[in-house]
């Protein structure tokens, strides 16, 4: 087993965040931060099925687990980004058990699951095929994101799907689903998180959740969440570049003579 898997199955504290922007040094300069993991945004940014091959291969530079969070549920994305060498899928909108024994099916070679044999370069270009096969099941991890008012529903037969690895939530789309968006839906969308939580743990898988600051990271490790997706690469850039900007506005100001 992958020590990255090993750590997530452990729940194991373990701080990574999306990489979006679509450059191999992007995702050097994040790996070389000191992030345990990131997840390439296949979903939600402007990276091409292409493009990640190089960006994982970036990733391993460092020796730092790359995983993909997917468009959606389709097999052949799934098996793209595992044959590019990916540690992991994260695959979003998982709102029933048979859609999460569907990732199952996909991610995990027989007799596990029903994923398909290619000379990708995760299996060197086809010439290291075997060795690949005898330890993919035991290596990749498999993370499914709930982040609807269905799923929230279903979490307790989703966690209960043998081959899940780990329960990741999304708060955001959770919150439009549950309708809690805004600071007056925060109990209601808090609720719901505990809930898919206390779910998840008790049919011991681990969980993980995205959070747009490390403000309360130290709260919901305490709720037993232990994979933390920390913003983005896009976002961490806007964010100090505009500290920096302030920061030397300040000085000028506060250096002008009157």
Same mark, same amino acid.
């Given at each position: 087993m992958s020590d990255f898997r090993r750590n997530c199955i452990e729940q194991k504290l373990l701080v990574g965040t999306f990489?979006?922007?679509?450059?191999?040094?992007?995702?050097?300069?994040?790996?070389a931060a000191g992030v345990d993991f990131l997840c390439i945004d296949w979903e939600h940014s402007q990276i091409s099925r292409e493009r990640i091959e190089d960006l994982i291969r970036a990733a391993d530079v460092h020796r730092v687990p790359a995983m993909v969070r997917v468009p959606g549920?389709?097999?052949?994305?799934?098996?793209?980004?595992?044959?590019?060498?990916?540690?992991?899928?994260?695959?979003?909108?998982?709102? $029933?058990a048979e859609q999460?024994?569907?990732?199952?099916?996909?991610?995990?070679?027989?007799?596990?699951?029903?994923?398909?044999?290619?000379?990708?370069?995760?299996?060197?270009?086809?010439?290291?095929?075997?060795?690949?096969?005898?330890?993919?099941?035991?290596?990749?991890?498999?993370?499914?994101?709930?982040? $609807?008012?269905?799923?929230?529903?279903n979490i307790a037969e989703i966690a209960a799907v043998d081959g899940v690895?780990?329960?990741?939530?999304?708060?955001?789309d959770l919150s439009v689903s549950i309708d809690a968006m805004g600071p007056t839906g925060k109990d209601r969308?808090? $609720?719901?998180?505990?809930?898919?939580?206390?779910?998840?743990?008790?049919?011991?898988?681990?969980?993980?959740?995205?959070?747009?600051?490390?403000?309360?990271?130290?709260?919901?490790?305490e709720d037993g969440i232990s994979f933390f997706m920390l913003a983005s690469d896009t976002m961490f850039l806007g964010a100090s570049l505009a500290a920096g900007v302030n920061a030397a506005r300040a000085g000028l100001h506060g250096g002008e003579k009157t």
């Open positions: 990489a979006a922007i679509p450059h191999p040094v992007a995702i050097e300069v994040t790996a549920h389709a097999a052949e994305d799934i098996a793209a980004v595992l044959d590019a060498g990916a540690a992991g899928v994260l695959v979003p909108r998982v709102s $029933t999460a024994r569907a990732a199952v099916k996909a991610t995990r070679y027989p007799p596990l699951g029903a994923r398909g044999v290619g000379p990708g370069r995760a299996a060197a270009y086809g010439y290291r095929i075997p060795d690949y096969l005898a330890k993919a099941n035991a290596e990749l991890v498999l993370a499914i994101q709930v982040e $609807t008012a269905e799923g929230l529903t690895d780990l329960i990741f939530i999304g708060p955001g969308l808090d $609720t719901a998180i505990k809930s898919i939580t206390r779910a998840a743990l008790s049919a011991g898988r681990a969980v993980g959740i995205f959070r747009p600051s490390a403000d309360d990271v130290g709260a919901w490790s």
